[in-house]
């Protein structure tokens, strides 16, 4: 796990850029794991500003949300298949067949979890998963409890997270109890997981998944198993890091040519 503190969101969100820009342009047909939330806004800023100013191209690009909520409408705005268009693909040139979700309106929930686990495969699994992480130490919506090595399936929300996430409807009632998400151990597949944070809110779960044990009771520290994990976090979100120097240090020298 490389912990990479920077001074603010811009700045993460031109890192995570760069190495997303990296593999577009060498593997074109690069997929990757699309994340919701505010936390990869600026990621998805800073690849559109890139499109339009740079010509950066994903026409053959592939992405793959990583959650979804149970009982939104089609087309409803929050739901994330809606999101991840409005906030990124939709500002650049993937073409919408490339753009896949886990359906939470399926009929049969179960299979449409099975379907979405086979269409990765067949994608030739994640390159690059964008990570956000939750309050309480969720990755997508594995909340805390989640299995280390469960699969795309059906979840019910943690209070916390539905609090976390009223923010984004009109009262809390409508916030659904139900979600379907990767699993940890879906997520623990992508080749390469680049989780950011910033804020002094997500402090204590940065510190909890990063310095503290492995446990399903804070889903994002499974990422301490992966072999290349990449943390970008602000001071905010790092100030509760005991090893905070040390990561400093060691991204301070790094190595040029090792990249992100
Ligand atoms: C949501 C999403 C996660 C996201 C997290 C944090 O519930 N399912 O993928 O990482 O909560 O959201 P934010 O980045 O807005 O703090």
């Not at 080749?191 to 510190?207: E, I, M, N, S, Y």
């Amino acid at each position: 796990m490389e912990v990479i503190i920077l001074p603010s969101s811009k700045e993460i969100g031109a890192l995570a850029a760069d190495a997303i820009e990296e593999l577009v342009r060498t593997k074109p047909a690069a997929v990757l794991g699309l994340a919701t939330g505010s936390s990869p806004l600026p990621i998805y800023d800073e690849l559109a500003r890139r499109h339009d100013q740079d010509g950066l191209s994903f026409t053959q690009a592939h992405g793959f949300a990583l959650d979804e909520y149970v009982g939104l409408p089609v087309g409803h705005p929050e739901s994330y298949r809606e999101v991840i268009r409005r906030e990124f693909t939709n500002r650049v040139d993937v073409a919408p067949d490339n753009v896949h979700g886990p359906d939470g309106s399926a009929a049969d929930i179960q299979a449409a979890c099975l379907g979405y686990e086979e269409a990765i495969k067949a994608a030739g699994g994640v390159d690059l998963q964008i990570l956000g992480v939750g309050t309480n130490g969720h990755i997508g919506f594995n909340e805390p409890g989640s299995s280390l090595a469960s699969r795309t399936r059906i979840k019910t929300l943690a209070d916390q997270t539905r609090q976390d996430n009223a923010r984004f409807f009109d009262t809390i009632d409508q916030v659904p109890h139900h979600v379907v998400t990767q699993g940890l151990g879906t997520i623990m597949a992508a080749r390469h997981v680049v989780l950011v944070a910033f804020g002094a809110g997500k402090a204590a779960a940065v510190r909890d998944f990063v310095e503290g044990p492995v446990t399903a009771s804070c889903p994002a520290s499974v990422l301490q198993f992966h072999p290349h994990a990449t943390i970008l976090v602000d001071e905010a979100a790092a100030a509760q890091l005991a090893g905070a120097a040390t990561y400093r240090h060691a991204y301070d020298n790094k190595p040029e040519w090792q990249g992100l």
